[in-house]
């Protein structure tokens, strides 16, 4: 693997999305703004629109290779196929997420800051008003880089309308284990009350699912993310042979 | 070369799939998950006071009730401490 190949991918990516990058960052920075100064959309919307252009950002990214010309000449650049791989995993999760939420946090603080001139007024705390428009977690986050692990694969994997075919591969997925999950409970788990306690004054109020291993979500999430980019490897060399 | 994406993409489904099916009939034949339901007992006299309980009731096996709270019993019994 060599460096110079992936300066050079990451120049050639610039130079040709560089605008289409910019119109992304400003969608969810007018956005952010007009949420936090306005109060026009709510935060989820802004969410929504974020996680949208970073879901979406796989496959503008791999868009060569859906048309045979440009894909023939996307595959002859002189870089392997690691390198390419590779490319798109850190200008994904690194530059265009980095850049998205810098976006958004710079949005929020300009309204924040319009807020502050034009109601002197109120107390408002634009750090708070970060936190509460923007995930605070880690797990948001991971969630984030694992769907985009998930597009990205199907980026590569897919070759005519991908979109379609990872939406639709996807929905097919969760429902087959959502079927998995509710089956082997159905088979497991007694669900009519037990008498002592419909016969006695008692109200059911929740379904309580039982503690779980506290790293368990992020170890998932991790092992989900690295196979998909390890197989988004594998398919992109069987691609390119 | 040959094409090992497809291959794999299948043993992975085989492997989730199995592996959820048998994970979670363990899971709930042990009561770990979620054939453990919270009953909370209706107290008309008062709003705050309430008796809570959690039982597992998996399905080849005893209805085990794992913990019994009374915010009342502990009043009850912080009152009768105080007293004495």
Same mark, same amino acid.
């Given at each position: 693997?060599?460096?110079?190949?992936?300066? !050079?991918?990451?120049?050639?990516? #610039?130079?040709?999305?560089?605008?289409?990058?910019?119109?992304?960052?400003?969608?969810?920075?007018?956005?952010?703004?007009?949420?936090?100064? =306005?109060?026009? #959309?709510?935060?989820? /919307?802004?969410?929504?629109?974020?996680?949208?252009?970073?879901?979406?950002?796989?496959? %503008?990214?791999?868009?060569?290779?859906?048309?045979?010309?440009? %894909?023939?000449?996307?595959?002859?650049?002189?870089?392997?196929?690691?390198? !390419?791989?590779?490319?798109?995993?850190?200008?994904?999760?690194?530059?265009?997420?980095?850049?998205?939420?810098?976006?958004? /946090? *710079?949005? =929020?603080?300009?309204?924040?800051?319009? *807020? !502050? $001139?034009?109601?002197?007024?109120?107390?408002?705390?634009?750090?708070?008003?970060?936190?509460?428009?923007?995930?605070?977690?880690?797990?948001?986050?991971?969630?984030?880089?694992?769907?985009?692990? =998930?597009? #990205?694969?199907?980026?590569?994997?897919?070759?005519?309308?991908?979109?379609? !075919?990872?939406? $639709?591969?996807? $929905?097919?997925?969760?429902?087959?284990?959502?079927?998995?999950?509710?089956?082997?409970?159905? *088979?497991? =788990?007694?669900?009519?009350?037990?008498?002592?306690? %419909?016969?006695?004054?008692?109200?059911?109020?929740?379904?309580?699912?039982?503690?779980?291993?506290?790293?368990?979500?992020?170890?998932? *999430?991790?092992?989900?993310?690295?196979? #998909?980019?390890?197989?988004?490897?594998?398919?992109? %060399?069987?691609?390119?042979? | +070369?040959?094409?090992?994406?497809?291959?794999? @993409?299948?043993?992975?489904?085989?492997?989730?799939? @199995?592996? +959820?099916?048998?994970?979670?009939?363990?899971?709930?034949?042990?009561?770990?998950? &979620?054939?453990?339901?919270?009953?909370?007992? +209706?107290?008309?006299? &008062?709003? &705050?006071? &309430? @008796?809570? +309980? @959690?039982?597992?009731?998996?399905?080849?096996?005893?209805?085990?009730?794992?913990?019994?709270?009374?915010?009342?019993?502990?009043?009850?019994?912080?009152?009768?401490?105080?007293?004495?």
């Amino acid at each position: 693997m060599n460096i110079n190949n992936i300066i !050079k991918l990451v120049k050639a990516y #610039f130079y040709e999305n560089w605008q289409k990058d910019i119109y992304s960052f400003g969608l969810v920075f007018v956005l952010a703004f007009l949420s936090t100064a =306005v109060g026009i #959309f709510d935060s989820v /919307i802004l969410y929504g629109g974020m996680v949208a252009l970073i879901a979406i950002y796989p496959l %503008r990214y791999f868009d060569k290779l859906y048309q045979s010309s440009s %894909r023939i000449h996307y595959l002859m650049i002189p870089a392997t196929n690691e390198e !390419k791989v590779l490319t798109g995993i850190i200008l994904t999760n690194i530059y265009f997420i980095s850049l998205i939420f810098i976006s958004a /946090i *710079l949005g =929020v603080l300009l309204g924040c800051g319009v *807020l !502050k $001139l034009t109601t002197p007024e109120m107390t408002i705390n634009c750090k708070e008003m970060i936190s509460r428009m923007l995930p605070s977690t880690v797990r948001s986050y991971m969630v984030i880089i694992m769907v985009v692990s =998930v597009i #990205f694969f199907g980026a590569i994997y897919f070759r005519k309308s991908p979109a379609w !075919k990872i939406v $639709l591969v996807s $929905l097919a997925v969760f429902l087959v284990l959502g079927a998995i999950m509710a089956g082997t409970e159905w *088979l497991n =788990v007694v669900m009519t009350v037990p008498a002592e306690i %419909r016969n006695g004054n008692y109200v059911r109020v929740e379904h309580s699912i039982s503690e779980n291993w506290e790293w368990s979500p992020y170890v998932t *999430l991790c092992v989900i993310t690295l196979y #998909f980019y390890a197989m988004s490897f594998l398919r992109m %060399r069987e691609t390119e042979a | +070369m040959k094409k090992y994406t497809n291959k794999i @993409l299948i043993i992975t489904a085989i492997v989730v799939v @199995l592996g +959820m099916v048998i994970g979670y009939t363990i899971d709930f034949q042990t009561g770990y998950r &979620s054939g453990r339901i919270k009953y909370e007992e +209706m107290q008309p006299d &008062s709003d &705050s006071d &309430s @008796l809570e +309980m @959690l039982i597992r009731v998996p399905r080849n096996g005893d209805i085990i009730i794992d913990t019994v709270e009374t915010s009342r019993a502990t009043s009850l019994q912080d009152e009768t401490s105080s007293e004495n």
